[in-house]
Nanobody, 125 residues
């Protein structure tokens, strides 16, 4: 099973950019399709973005499409989420997740096998 550790969260102003990172260790990182999810206070965890094992295929929630970019570097066992034009409604704890099945990109949390501990992103207006 892969272990995941997120970093890069912080407090920013609306319109700013932030890049989240997720470091993977343990089993070969390239064997896993990856995703980013977020959970705002008092709300359910929601899908943000997903990427295939190779990085060729990506998927985004409508709320972040055009503003966020998911990418990965399998040589470094790293997953990234570049977040531009941040809005106060992007405020949440952000989690990276891994799943072994790579046939389709998954948008539901229970389809993922491993999770990081999360990193907090706060966007002030």
């Amino acid at each position: 099973q892969v272990q995941l550790v997120e970093s890069g969260g912080g407090l920013v102003q609306a319109g700013d950019s932030l890049r989240l990172s997720c470091a993977g260790s343990g089993r070969a990182f390239s064997l896993y399709a990856m995703g980013w999810f977020r959970q705002a206070l008092g709300k359910d965890r929601e899908f943000v973005a997903a990427i295939s094992r190779s990085g060729r295929n990506t998927d985004y929630a409508d709320s972040v499409k055009g503003r966020f970019t998911i990418s990965r570097d399998n040589t470094k066992n790293m997953l990234y989420l570049q977040m531009n034009s941040l809005k106060p409604e992007d405020t949440a704890d952000y989690y990276c997740a891994a799943r072994v099945i790579d046939i389709t990109l998954a948008r539901t949390a229970n389809e993922y096998d491993s999770w990081g501990q999360g990193t907090q992103v706060t966007v002030s207006s």
